[in-house]
């Protein structure tokens, strides 16, 4: 089975600290996907990759960047938390551009 | 442009009731169609899919049928328990991007 894993479940910063979500996938998968996922609103993509070093902006990037140095690990870096960041944070792999998404259990994140 | 609807919720059956959950979509082509599962506080899993006209993905006494005329991929269950209470996601893969359109969700409250 595809194990898709984040860093942390639960996680607390403060406004202005720079945030890392790490997110790693077991199967070798060449797509990985940063949501967020907020009431009323649904999910939303913020970044993928195709590949390794390869990243391409989703509907909402702003504030975000993010990092994929190797193949089965895809990092979202918040340069400078804001509390309107505070979401739940979802990760996703997929095989190629055909198949479906494996989701990981989400961070949720709080910026006070 | 690209797009999912879902029937808005909550939804709220008893025991045993069956279950129905509209999901239409707008999309070029014919794109391969999923269902996603959301428990509490998880992430999002794979429920079924279907990737061409007429079929029928099924899973957990979950189906939904691929309807090309009708642009739609109806969630059905024919007796819904406790445990399948949960928010569900209609989303459909944009061309050849890898990318997922996702519904808003409809969370499904099933009482004893």
């Known amino acids: 089975d595809v194990k898709v894993t984040q860093s942390s479940r639960y996680l607390v910063k403060r406004t202005g600290e720079k945030v890392f979500l790490e997110c790693v996938q077991d199967m070798d998968h060449e797509n990985m996907f940063w949501y967020r996922q907020d009431p009323g609103l649904g999910l939303r993509l913020i970044y993928f990759?195709?590949?390794?070093?390869?990243?391409e902006k989703g509907d909402i990037p702003e504030g975000y960047s993010v990092s994929r140095e190797k193949k089965e690990r895809f990092s979202l870096i918040l340069e400078s938390a804001s509390t309107n960041q505070t979401s739940m944070y979802l990760c996703?792999?997929?095989?190629?551009?055909?198949?479906?998404?494996?989701f990981g259990p989400g961070t949720r994140l709080t910026v006070l | 442009g690209n797009s999912v609807t879902q029937m808005e919720g909550p939804v709220t059956l008893s025991e045993e009731a069956f279950l129905t959950i509209n999901c239409t979509y707008t999309?070029?082509?014919?794109?391969?169609l999923f269902w996603y599962v959301q428990y509490p506080g998880e992430g999002l899993q794979l429920l079924l899919k279907a990737t061409k006209a007429d079929d029928k993905g099924s899973n957990k006494g979950f189906e939904a049928t691929y309807r090309k005329e009708t642009t739609s991929f109806h969630l059905e269950k024919g007796s819904v328990q406790v445990s399948d209470s949960a928010v569900y996601f209609c989303a459909f893969g944009s061309g050849n991007t890898g990318k997922l359109i996702f519904g808003q969700g409809t969370t499904l409250q099933v009482k004893p």
């Open positions: 996703a792999s997929s095989l190629d551009r055909v198949h479906e998404q494996f």
């Open positions: 990759s195709y590949d390794v070093k390869m990243k």
């Open positions: 999309a070029t082509g014919y794109p391969s």
